[in-house]
């Protein structure tokens, strides 16, 4: 594809199929990740990659349970108790593959930086016939010190975009975007 329909043809992509995705795969979008621009040249970001299904199922269930003990404690407006409380509601999606895009640094807009390199990953995944699906659920529970401890994450590491990685059953349907709001200043 070239660029612009990568841009108009990335979706959220909440149903996958079993199919495996090679670790190959996943190092060249990281290396498409890495291109992203970063302030002051800092790259400061770092991945961790899980491509075992089941432990991914596993950590889905885990982080939703904690979520439902300990939604007050999050960012996540009330309105998010009833979708994590649909026993249908699955966090990862049941993707084969898990990716975490993190900052290593607490330095001024390294947070952005890794968000920058988050997008170059989604789409990239697009590129290359993936569907991929920013899970921001799934932070507050991976940025807590015992799930660092456990995945051996540095715990001055921060997950930033959780990206869910597969070969989709199907391409979501675009649901539009609103008219741009521009406002010229000169």
Request: net charge negative.
């Amino acid at each position: 594809m070239d660029f612009i329909e990568v841009v108009r043809n990335r979706r959220s992509v909440r149903e996958y199929t079993t199919r495996s995705i090679e670790r190959s795969q996943v190092e060249r979008l990281i290396e498409t990740a890495i291109l992203a621009p970063s302030a002051m040249n800092q790259q400061p970001w770092v991945f961790a990659v899980l491509l075992d299904p089941e432990r991914i199922a596993s950590y889905a269930q885990r982080a939703k349970s904690w979520l439902l003990a300990n939604l007050s404690e999050t960012t996540f407006d009330a309105s998010a108790r009833q979708m994590l409380e649909d026993p249908t509601f699955v966090l990862f999606y049941d993707a084969p593959a898990l990716v975490l895009v993190m900052s290593k640094s607490s330095e001024a807009q390294a947070m952005e930086d890794c968000c920058l390199a988050a997008e170059n990953l989604l789409l990239a995944s697009r590129n290359e016939g993936l569907g991929s699906c920013w899970i921001g659920f799934a932070r507050p529970w991976l940025n807590s010190p015992p799930i660092k401890h456990e995945l051996g994450l540095p715990q001055n590491y921060h997950v930033v975009a959780p990206i869910a990685l597969g070969h989709p059953k199907a391409w979501p349907v675009s649901h539009g975007r609103n008219p741009a709001d521009i406002q010229w200043l000169g």
